[in-house]
């Protein structure tokens, strides 16, 4: 079994690992959590491809009234997110397929928010699913995806790579774990790695029917887009329907 404190300290584990490849990740996530407070309660938020849950904690730390829904396919990952934070909603669905929508436990969310995750996806599944974020969001929702993205006038600021260290490390740990280490044969995709500079996302998201879009953060190679959904604009799917 994995305990609720247990899965706390994997989590934070997590995010130390992750803070060697992207150092400004917790500056990213305060970005993203500023947007959600500003708007305040009521508020439904999607975590989209939100691994151990790093963007939810900080959210909920900060709103604990927040409706969360956390949405990743990685059932290692999604199990410690599940142990760690009782109060939100998991969903294990591959954002790859389009029938993700269908397994959310709502119809349309006030925010979908996504942290160092749409790098897994090649340019045209990345194409398609900001169309079909724009679908589950409501009139004048708002989608954020925080990665690295170069600014396209400083190709030159691109972070140096780090060593896989770190992240061999993490995974050594858990393939050890009683619990964990049996779900690991059960993952399944590969990281396509596309890290178009932020002009890209710009376009796709406005490609998609985002009316409003550009840079939310910047911290030297990573960025954080932001897209709204215009008010009363039809999205993709069930752009009529009451949140559920
Ligand atoms: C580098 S991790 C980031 C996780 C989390 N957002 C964070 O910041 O810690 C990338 C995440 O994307 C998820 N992911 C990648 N491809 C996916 C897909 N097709 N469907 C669902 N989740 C996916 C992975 O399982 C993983 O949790």
Same mark, same amino acid.
């Given at each position: ?35 959600? &407070?500003?708007?305040?309660?009521? @508020? /439904?938020?999607?975590?989209?491809? +939100? =691994?151990?849950?790093?963007? $939810?904690? %900080? ?67 990345? &194409?398609?699913?900001?169309?079909? @974020? /724009?679908?589950?969001?409501?009139? +004048? =929702?708002?989608?954020?995806? $925080?990665? %690295? ?88 799917? %069930? ?6």
């Amino acid at each position: 079994m994995l305990t609720k404190d247990e899965a706390v300290a994997i989590q934070s584990d997590w995010d130390r690992q992750q803070e060697v490849y992207l150092p400004y990740r917790e500056e990213a996530a305060g970005a993203l959590v500023d947007l959600v &407070r500003a708007k305040g309660l009521p @508020v /439904r938020v999607l975590d989209l491809a +939100g =691994g151990t849950g790093t963007l $939810a904690r %900080r959210l909920l730390a900060r709103l604990p009234e927040a409706e969360v829904t956390l949405l990743d396919f990685n059932p290692v990952l999604r199990a410690i997110a599940e142990a760690s934070l009782p109060g939100v909603e998991l969903v294990q669905a591959d954002l790859s397929s389009p029938d993700w929508v269908d397994a959310l436990p709502h119809k349309q969310y006030d925010f979908v928010l996504t942290m160092t995750a749409m790098h897994c996806f090649a340019a045209e599944p990345l &194409r398609r699913l900001y169309r079909e @974020v /724009r679908g589950i969001l409501v009139p +004048g =929702g708002i989608f954020a995806n $925080a990665d %690295r993205m170069i600014d396209d006038g400083l190709p030159g600021f691109a972070e140096p790579v780090e060593s896989a260290d770190e992240w061999v490390r993490w995974w050594a740990a858990i393939e050890a774990h009683p619990v964990l280490g049996t779900l690991v044969g059960q993952q399944h995709g590969e990281s396509a790695d596309f890290h178009p500079p932020v002009s890209w996302h710009v376009d796709a998201l406005r490609a998609a029917g985002f009316t409003e879009v550009g840079t939310l953060w910047r911290r030297r190679d990573q960025a954080a887009v932001l897209a709204v959904s215009a008010p009363g604009a039809p999205g993709t799917r %069930r752009s009529s329907a009451p949140p559920a």
